[in-house]
Each structure stands twice: as C-alpha cells, then as structure tokens.
C-alpha cells in the first residue's frame, strides 16, 4: 500500500536529518489566510458571548442548554469559539505579527479551510460560505441549495487542507501535519457546537472528486472531512432548489509553489476508500494496572478555554508538578467516544512519560481507556529519554506529562484502505485538542508536537510495526512566559 511507503520515507532519523537541511524561503511563503474575490461578504455580529458551560464538563461528555439564537448569532458565536483569531504575537527584532487562531496548527502554517453549507437557518441565506477568520466573516460563494452528497442537515461543514502551506517548511513530511490539523479543527468544532447544545457527526469516507467539483474547490485544496452539526439555531428546512453561484477566484497563496509528488501520490492513494471487514473491536484488560483517581473539577467556562488555548513556547519543568487528579481528567477527557463514519473503533492508544504527577511514580506507562488504568511499562526519570525521542526538543522533557500516540495504522487500513491512514491522524489529531483544552481547563498547558525519531520511540516503547506506530507527541506542564503574547478579546 502506497500509506506504508510514504510513512516510511517522512521517518526522522538523526541521518535523514542530516541530509535533509532546508532553509526557508521567508519571501514565498504562503499566505495563512485564504480569500474569494469578487463574492458578497456577510458580516457576523462582533464580540459574540462566550458560552459559559464547564469547559471540562463539555471535554467529559456534559451536554449544554442550546440557546435560541438567529443564524447569524449563532454562526458568529460558533465560529468566534471555534475557528477564529484568538491573539497575535509580536516578533522582537523585526516587529512583524502574526496572528494565532482558536483551531492550532503545527508551525502556526494553518493548512486548514473551513467552508459551510447551510440550509433553514433562520436569518441567514441557505448556501455555501466559506469561513474569512481574518475579519469574523463569511464569503457567500454559493446561493441557495448546493447538492454536496452529504448527509442532509441545517449546517454541514467542510474541512479542506491546502498542502502547500506546510509543505514550505515540513516538505514530505508536511502530509502528517495536515491530518493532524483536521482532527485538531475537527474537535474545535465538535467541542464548541455541544458547548451551544448541538451534537454533531462526522464524515470521512465520502467521495473526494465529487465533492471537491461539487464545492468547486481550487486544485491545491483538498476536501478532507465534512462535520454535520445537529440542533443549531432554529429554522425550518426548506424545499429543494437550485443555487446561485457567485464565482469568486481564491487568492494566489505564493509567487512559487513548488510541488511534492509524494504528497500528491499519497492524497491520490487515500482518496480510495473500503468499507469495514467486519473484525470486532479489542477489549484489552490489565489486572495489576494502576487505578485511576477521580478526575479534577474545574468551573472555567468553554468560552473562556477556547479563547485562551494556546500552544506553550516551552515548560517550566524544576518542582512544578501537576496532581494525579489532574491527570485523571486529561486521560478522561482525551478518551471520550468520538462520533464519526469511522470512529466505531479507536485507532490510538496513549503512552505517558510521567515526569512530575503527585501521587504518581515517575516513569512510562501505557494507558488502558477501557478499564481506566495505567500500566507501568519503564520505572524511573524519563525527561532525558522523553525529550531525545522528541528530536532533543528540551519540551518534552520539562513538562510534568508527555505522550507519545501510537496508532495502529495496520488495523485502519485494513479497514479503509489507505483511506484509513488518514483516519489515524483524525484522532491523533481530535485527542491533541481535547488535551490542549482540558489543560487550559486545569490551569497548565500543552504543546503538540509532531516531529520525533519514529523507530526510535517504537525500539523504547518495545513496539514492532504490527503493535502500532508514533503518529504525535504531546507535552504538558508549566508553561514559561511568552512576552510575544498579545491575547484578543
């Protein structure tokens, strides 16, 4: 399969790093935000409220009150908490901002679009829009009813990625960031839409030229996963009719685009999907794990969370330490079902570095979500060995808790074809944003981090290619100040 050739060859390895030096080409890089010229642009009301439901209440499954509001309120509200600029930071020497968003991304690249189709929603046009973050805003490409083949519903939205923004600074490897980056997007969605009272679903395994000529997406963005949202802001569905395209040409992202073939053959090769073999799931069970605590409570709301998440520059490692409660509600909250066309089985399994956890030995352990233990796999310090797996990155190592995400990409594609590669990533990717609220939640924060010596964690984590392979690192802890930082309202 074409998923094993290109996970092979993006591997770290200290030789490949060796050879593969690149240096940025800050005057062609991409631009972060996308625009269609030429089509109506809808204002959304400003400063919309935060929803005030426990944020770590939403992370554990709590449903929250909907509130009756018009479409336009709750689009602003949705999208504020979800997809928007949230702060921007400030460079030093040069002077230069850059803007951070609610959705993270791996390098601040933002290879994520989010476009919506919407249908009943009462004071909003039914049509295709797509999402301008940079202005709170929303392109009206399309008019009336656009027929996508997705499940019908008020709102159904449509994460793309466009490549080449991570492939200017992470080349081959740049494909795996993307994925993540729709599963992080993906949560933001999910978590901010039951923070309102709504549910949501997504789907994966939909038809990609169809639906790429039904949105008529440009060539370099890619149609990736569609999340319908259920119960939003009252309206009544309306008959079926045509539609009303506006045009529009989407903006020229850089002067050079340079192309990665084994990117274009890897999407290629994921567009085929398989239905499920059928195989049941596995129901591991440890007896001599360690017990889980009862997790930490916190009352910040999910509008607050969602709005100050950000990814921490490092930790501040020496005492600092979290509780084994707190803990216990990261765990808790990164193992929530996930709904979606192919989350009927789970793909990743967490492995903790444990550095600083009162209560709780230093050491690795594989976490076991369904009987809500531990196991011990290695006693004693892992900061050294935490933070060499993660390229020497000093993060891993000073943060109270890293992880390390092996997902057993063997088992997706047999299930999907290479379509499962894809899927993997998708909740690599949902559990990193459930972690990064959930520790925003208990007052520390977290970092993603995707770039690691692959083989190098399987050999430490006894794993063969058959157990499971590392698809992300995560570190959380004490984060040391950015004086970058300049939050938004």
């Not at 240096?23 to 935000?33: C, H, K, Q, R, T």
């Not at 992202?253 to 567009?271: F, G, V």
């Not at 490092?314 to 929530?336: K, P, T, V, Y």
Request: hydrophobic share 40%.
């Amino acid at each position: 399969m074409i998923w094993r050739e290109y996970h092979e060859y993006t591997k770290h390895t200290a030789q490949s790093l060796r050879r593969s030096q690149h240096f940025l080409d800050w005057a062609n890089m991409p631009d972060p935000f996308r625009h269609y010229e030429g089509v109506p642009v809808l204002d959304l009301p400003a400063d919309p409220p935060a929803p005030q439901a426990s944020a770590l209440g939403i992370l554990h499954g709590q449903a929250a009150q909907a509130n009756a509001l018009d479409g336009p309120a709750f689009l602003s509200q949705f999208l504020y908490h979800s997809a928007a600029i949230s702060a921007t930071k400030r460079v030093p020497s040069s002077g230069y901002q850059y803007a951070l968003r609610v959705n993270p991304s791996s390098g601040n690249l933002h290879p994520t679009e989010f476009h919506f189709l919407s249908q009943g929603l009462r004071g909003w046009p039914d049509g295709l829009y797509h999402y301008r973050p940079s202005s709170h805003m929303a392109e009206q490409r399309a008019e009336g009813i656009v027929p996508s083949g997705l499940p019908g519903g008020t709102l159904n939205f449509v994460l793309t990625s466009i490549a080449w923004r991570e492939e200017w600074k992470y080349r081959d490897r740049a494909y795996r960031y993307c994925l993540h980056d729709i599963g992080h997007a993906w949560q933001a969605l999910v978590l901010a839409a039951r923070a309102m009272g709504c549910e949501s679903f997504a789907t994966a395994l939909f038809a990609d030229d169809e639906l790429t000529q039904a949105l008529r997406l440009s060539g370099d963005e890619w149609p990736m996963l569609a999340v319908s949202i259920r119960g939003p802001a009252p309206g009544e569905m309306r008959a079926e009719a045509g539609c009303t395209w506006h045009g529009g040409e989407p903006n020229i992202l850089s002067t050079n685009q340079i192309e990665y073939p084994r990117i274009e053959a890897m999407h290629q090769a994921t567009k085929v999907k398989m239905n499920g073999t059928g195989e049941s799931a596995d129901h591991a069970a440890i007896s001599n794990g360690i017990a889980l605590p009862a997790p930490a409570l916190s009352s910040k709301g999910y509008g607050e969370v969602a709005r100050t998440r950000r990814s921490a520059l490092d930790f501040r490692g020496g005492m600092e330490s979290i509780s084994f409660g707190d803990l216990s509600a990261l765990l808790h909250a990164a193992s929530q079902p996930l709904a979606g066309d192919f989350c009927d089985r789970r793909f990743v399994q967490l492995y903790l570095y444990v550095h600083r956890v009162e209560g709780l030995a230093p050491g690795m352990y594989r976490y076991w979500p369904e009987t809500g233990q531990l196991e011990l796999m290695r006693s004693g310090d892992q900061q050294v060995m935490a933070a060499g797996l993660s390229l020497g990155q000093q993060l891993a190592g000073n943060a109270c808790v890293a992880f390390s995400m092996i997902a057993d990409l063997e088992r997706a594609t047999r299930l999907h074809g290479d379509r499962g590669y894809r899927c993997a990533y998708f909740e690599a990717g949902a559990i990193g944003q459930r972690l990064y609220l959930a520790a925003e939640s208990l007052g520390v924060r977290a970092t993603g981090i995707g770039a690691f010596y692959d083989d190098e964690v399987h050999n430490y984590l006894g794993l063969t290619s058959q157990m499971g392979q590392v698809v992300y690192h995560f570190a959380i802890g004490h984060p040391v100040h950015d004086p970058r930082l300049d939050a938004h309202g």
